[in-house]
């Protein structure tokens, strides 16, 4: 019931998004928004020690007032620009999401402060354009964090 609720809020969250961004006007107006939530894997896993991290995300965008609006599997991996811990975190991501209406190929930052993960980056194909989000970051095993869920609302200029 947890995960339903929390799919719920980041939709509504999605959708009042949309809104601002549409209530904006031409000069910050959004080409459109999405939320994306799945899980992945660290490795070798995120403690209060400083390491260099890798891994892997997949998950669910539904993109909303885009060119291509529509559901997306995606695939992700990861690498650190920074040694990471459990409360810091920064580097670099690259993936495709894809659908019925095509694939986008995005490159990605991510910087992260204990749960909260911000995005800057560029999408190209179906969905194109530069992309802002903020994420949830949710540590599924401990006590070295391995694994995680993550839930974000995303911008597309």
Known sequence: MHKIR?????AATAIGAVGLF????????AAGTGVVVGHGTISPGLTNTPTSQTGSFTG??????????GTY????????TIKETGLKGQGTSRGTCSGSK????STVT?????????L?????????G???GDCSFEPTSAPTTKSYRLQCVLALQ
């Open 6 to 10: 929390t799919k719920l809020g980041l």
């Open 22 to 29: 549409i209530g904006a006007g031409p000069a910050g107006a």
């Open 60 to 69: 669910t965008l539904v993109a909303a007032g885009a060119k291509n609006s």
């Open 73 to 80: 599997a995606c695939n992700f991996t990861f690498a650190s």
């Open 102 to 105: 095509g694939t986008s190929t």
């Open 110 to 118: 991510y910087s992260r402060t204990a749960a909260n993960v911000v």
């Open 120 to 128: 800057k980056g560029t999408s190209t194909g179906a969905i194109a």
């Open 130 to 132: 530069k992309l802002t």
